[in-house]
């Protein structure tokens, strides 16, 4: 096992965070194919082989995977989505697309939901193909374009559904099984709290310890 170097890691994570954080991908429209080329170039410089997949033009998502020897259980997929809720700068006290770093907070649009998430999957990713040889078992990655609903039309690059989907929704995180389906009551639950944090606050922002927050 290649050892790590959990600074530089962070480090890689922080700035991988705030690129994604500084691509409007406000939805409407949802021009997404910025940010999942951003994720798709440093798949391509680690020597994975990622798919970018437009659904609609410039609605665009991005997979990569990683094989496994299949000792570790079935494939896992870390999904994540790129769209964000428009925001009004007029009510930020931080450019809503500016990823400034503030007092040990990255502030941004899609800060807690969910850009975070496609970093910390991506960087996931990026670190098993490093340090594992092999990893025990498949780990995909998918930035969708749009938080939606088993719409697999928009991930044909899966050549098969995985078998555990960690999929962090809001503040919520959650493992859903294949074959699963979330109840309406928890999807508006979810659904509603992001709203909340969104729309009715219209303020994203994510603590940051290493740069001072809490």
């Known amino acids: 096992m290649v050892a ?43 020597g994975l082989d990622p798919t970018v997949i437009e659904s609609q033009p410039t609605r665009a998502n991005v997979v990569a995977r990683l094989r496994g020897d299949g000792t570790g259980g079935g494939p896992l997929l870390l999904a994540a989505h790129l769209d964000v809720v428009p ?3 007029s009510r930020w006290s931080a450019p809503p697309f500016g990823a400034e770093l503030r007092d040990g907070w990255i502030w941004g649009r899609g800060a807690i939901d969910m850009k975070n998430m496609a970093a910390m999957s991506a960087m996931t990713l990026v670190l098993a193909d490093r340090v594992a040889d092999p990893v025990q078992e498949s780990l995909s990655h998918a930035a969708r374009r749009e938080e939606v609903a088993n719409r697999a039309v928009d991930l044909p690059a899966l050549e098969a559904p ?31 709290w992001a709203s909340l944090l969104a729309r ?10 290493r740069c001072g927050g809490v």
Do not use: K, M, Y
Request: charged residues 35%; aromatic residues 4%; contains cysteine.
């Open 4 to 46: 790590i170097d959990w600074r530089a890691v962070e480090d890689e994570a922080i700035d991988l965070f705030r690129a994604l954080l500084r691509v409007d991908t406000s939805n409407p429209p949802g021009n997404e194919r910025p940010a999942a080329e951003l994720l798709a170039e440093l798949f391509r410089r680690e």
């Open 87 to 89: 925001a009004d700068a």
């Open 162 to 192: 995985p078998g555990r989907v960690l999929a962090p929704h809001g503040l919520e995180p959650e493992i859903a099984r294949r074959g699963h389906d979330d109840s309406p009551v928890a999807r508006q639950r979810r659904i509603a």
């Open 200 to 209: 009715v606050f219209d303020i994203d922002a994510l603590a940051c310890p």
